[in-house]
């Protein structure tokens, strides 16, 4: 109980704070917190506990007409919902009851925000047409910076705005969320020319900066993401894979066909690794490590081949807690980082009307959790 306490923060009723209690809860997970299914289920009972709380909180707020405390208290729900979703299995029908509380709290949360989210249908080519969640940024008299946001597979576009509502509130950027199945899936049509549509509905949004327009795709819609920022060099920033996916999968159909390991010398392979990133003349963010698909050693190969080569590359590595009952990533953190990159590199481009450019030695990363920047001088 004493190191139960000690990792149980006070969760006050603001959102900041419950976002800093579920970071510091996920952050001090152990083998003694969580000691199996039973005890993961235990912490998510809590954490749905708060998140039912916090979402009778707004219901009151509605009630007495106080529209942006209702908004704050269902945005804390989405966190506490959320930490209670990463401690059950997928399997677990829990999950979908949960799944199902932030389906709702979205819905509520809709008829509360100033910015109201809207699902829009985006035309493509006059041949298709993509379903996608939109948030304004907040303010309709300024042009903001918008991310297209490309939910992993087999996660609905709705799964990742239920997660990201809360981070990307206030930062003054408009999100558009659309699902890796809806993207990939189509047999005529390739994902970048998709995504390329998805680009071009925002920049023709009155209140979107058309300049000022990113990319995240996670799992493997990391690569998609890449092979986007390449194609459509209006892209301003990318959250991506930097073509570490496909060229791990063309390297391995080399070596099954030549029954060879050693084919070519390290000039060439880091040549093939960056091929596809040199391509790209957006700042890149690369996710390695945790549920992402690229591998931390070969994104430090790119990182160091993108040092040498002058090109705007960092490395995130998601912060995973290892327990008795598997591994559980500390989102909240995660989430804070990333999209805190993509509000400064494109605020940036719209203070310099182009992209940052600076250049120093490699950072390592951190065995937990890093933010690298190829460029930043190692303290």
Known sequence: ?????????????????????AATFLGNLSADLISGAIGRQNWAATWTEIGDARCLLAELNIKKKAFEEA??????????????KHLVDEDDPKS????AKVDVTIQKLGLSLQQKLERVRIACC?????????????????????IICIAREQEAGATLLGRLLPAVIGRGMAVLIVSYDDVSNSSDIPSETLLSCCLDYLSVRAEIDAGRIG???????????????????RVAAAVCDGGIWNWARTMASVRWMTRTADMV????????????????????????GGRAITSVSEAIKLQSDCLEARIDMELAI????????????????????????????????????????????????KPTFGLVNAHEQPS
């Open 96 to 99: 979908g009851d949960i799944s």
């Open 215 to 233: 990319v995240y795709g996670e799992g493997l819609s990391a690569a998609l993401a890449t092979d986007f920022a390449a194609s459509d060099s």
């Open 126 to 146: 006059d041949q298709a047409e993509l379903l996608a969640h939109y948030l304004p940024a907040g303010n309709p008299e300024l042009s903001a910076p918008a």
């Open 318 to 365: 998601p912060p995973m807690i290892r327990t008795v009952a598997g591994e559980i990533e500390d989102f909240v953190s995660f989430d804070d980082r990333v999209l805190g990159w993509l509000e400064h590199k494109l605020t940036m481009r719209g203070w310099r009307g182009q992209t940052e450019s600076a250049f120093g030695p490699v950072i390592m990363p």
């Open 1 to 21: 109980m004493k190191m139960e306490s000690a990792a149980w923060p006070q969760v006050r009723s603001d959102l900041v704070s419950v976002r800093q209690s």
């Open 265 to 288: 010398d390290d000039d060439e392979m880091s040549a093939r690794r960056s091929r596809l990133v040199r391509r790209l003349t957006c700042p890149v963010l690369v996710v390695a």
């Open 71 to 84: 908004t704050e208290a269902w945005l804390c729900a989405l966190t506490a919902f959320e930490v209670a």
